[in-house]
């Protein structure tokens, strides 16, 4: 059964130290890479430098980092550092993100996603190449920044996307994408946007590294999984960003509901939206045998690498399902 490139997602509970410990012994158990999210938890540069010093091979991402919460220059010199600590083996990725952490988190204004996630792309790719910083755009303004070290390697920039506008987006300025929380079946249209923004760059498609990060969790309580992947992302579909998202693949009922329980502040109606139907197709839970089947799916129809984000906060079920879908098993 191929499942295609497997990979970790850190953080995982309860704290760094157990970060750490993970992604050593996800590298000993065969896992290709380690991809760290920024959603609230640990810094994930400071955490990509500490996965640095426990392993040797794995390939250490960010998936991704908002680029309105860091300025370009800010972003170049912590890839800078990182790539430094495990040359070859770093990948940025960044995104748009969302309204809830960007504006409510950070106090940031989420305008013109699009532009801003082209020029950070612009302007950070090109201080990792050592240049000195002269750009004026719509959204960023940098000028006279150089990395006193340049990194020994380049460093891909990967674009988190979701809809066609930034999967074209994608497709075109980044050297990888990183997508989630979607379909298997809606991965085809995903992909033939991706194609066109690569072509518009001329680049092959077929050539490009689709990076998916999976809810999953090895369990005989698929009751209890859909009760923690409602815990753990209705509020993601309660932000525009994923709501649009969700309806444009398909669950345009379910993201109606859920859209009008935020709109009231009802929170039963919210998590109402989240309907059986539609956490069965996003989360990937069940036997051991289940979950790699639908790990296949997604790589048969694309996806080049598979990030396991284990789908609990208990310890033993965050090893159950990490050692049982280790590659190396």
Known sequence: MNLGKLALSLPVPPNVPACVDWARRAEGLGYESIWIAE????????????????????????AVSPVYIRTPATIAAASGTVSQLAPGRFILGVGA??????????????????????????????????EKSNFDGTT???HGFRLMVP????????????????????????DGVAVNLFPVEALPK???????????????PRTFEVVCRHQVLVTDDKAGARELFRTALTGYFATPVYNKFAAWYGFEEEAAVIAEGFRRGDRALTRRGMTDRFVDSLGIFGSLQECRE???????????TAIVSPLSFDPGAIRQTIEGLAPQR
């Open 294 to 304: 639908r790990i296949a799916a997604y790589a048969a129809a694309g996806v080049t």
């Open 140 to 142: 960023l303004h940098t």
């Open 190 to 204: 995903m992909l033939e946007h991706i194609g066109i923004g690569a072509r518009r760059a001329n680049k092959d």
């Open 39 to 62: 959603t609230g938890g640990p810094d994930p540069f400071v955490l990509a430098a500490a996965v640095a010093q426990v392993t040797q091979t794995a390939r250490i991402g960010i």
């Open 97 to 130: 993100s969302s309204h809830a952490i960007v504006e409510n988190w950070h106090g940031v204004p989420f305008d013109r996603p699009l532009a801003r996630v082209r020029e950070t792309v612009t302007t950070v790719r090109a201080m990792l190449a050592g």
């Open 151 to 174: 990194p020994p390697a380049p460093v891909p920039i990967y674009v988190g996307a979701l809809r066609p506008a930034m999967l074209e987006l994608a497709g075109e300025v980044g």
